[in-house]
């Protein structure tokens, strides 16, 4: 049985990235919005949490049950995917003031 700690911290850092690229949108707009959230910034958290991951699952190969590998495992494909996306993507265009 996965430790619900650890589940959390994996889908905690896992959010964290996807908020960075948008995908959790409420809180993108309201970092945007406020002035701190830039592109690159987004990125640097995103590429941050991956790093996070990653080192995490170094750090714990082997001390993990399936269940754990396969949460970790998918967090950090979703967070690769994501960020290569977000570079293929074309620059969003300026934003208007009102």
């Known amino acids: 049985m996965p430790h619900p700690e650890f589940v ?55 001390n993990l049950d399936f269940t754990e590998s396969d949460l970790l495992t998918d967090a950090i494909a979703s967070v690769r995917a994501r960020l290569q996306e977000s570079q293929d993507a074309p620059p969003a265009p300026p934003q208007r003031g009102n």
């Open 8 to 62: 959390g911290l994996v889908n905690s850092l896992q959010a964290t990235a996807e908020a960075a690229l948008g995908d959790l949108n409420a809180a993108t707009a309201s970092a945007a919005r406020d002035g701190l959230l830039t592109e690159q910034r987004a990125r640097q958290t995103a590429e941050r949490s991956l790093k996070l991951l990653t080192m995490l699952a170094d750090k714990t190969r082997g």
